[in-house]
């Protein structure tokens, strides 16, 4: 097994498409079907942003997921202090590989950037409905402190 950071836009575009089916199940009104073509611009446009790392998962040569992580600065303003932050935007296990340890890899790999960045916080969020995400990431330490919540007029 292997970790490598990629700038290969066409494979992430590949693998979002289990996340992306799994969002579009979940929550229909919100999420598009997956459309190789439209998500492999998407990351073509988006994967030379310095502040973006894409982690590539393999095991003999075959890719087993990725994650896209994103070196945060939040700026000090009159109601917050600076801080940084590491963000998790996307991580993502092809399905038959889910219960092997992969994402668990992936995260280890994060925390690891992240203190080598001398940064302290790890961040992310999933969609409410996703009780796998919720399980995974509570497993890795990870603690609610702040929610968001609407209403449908």
């Not at 498409?17 to 969002?23: A, E, L, N, P, S």
Request: aromatic letters at 16%; one cysteine or more.
């Amino acid at each position: 097994m292997k970790i490598t950071t990629t700038k290969n836009y066409e494979l992430i575009a590949k693998l979002n498409k289990g996340v992306q089916d799994i969002h579009v199940k979940e929550y229909p009104e919100y999420f598009k079907e997956y459309d190789y073509e439209s998500i492999k611009d998407f990351y073509k446009a988006n994967i030379e942003n310095e502040n973006c790392v894409f982690l590539l998962i393999e095991e003999e040569n075959e890719p087993k997921g990725y994650a896209w992580i994103e070196h945060k600065h939040y700026k000090e303003n009159p109601f917050k202090k600076a801080y940084q932050s590491i963000i998790v935007h996307q991580l993502n296990i092809i399905e038959f590989h889910r219960a092997k340890g992969y994402g668990s890899y992936l995260m280890n790999e994060i925390y690891l950037i992240a203190e080598q960045k001398g940064i302290s916080k790890v961040e992310l969020d999933y969609w409410a409905n996703n009780s796998l995400a919720q399980k995974f990431y509570r497993k890795h330490g990870f603690t609610l402190y702040r929610e968001y919540v609407f209403k449908e007029i």
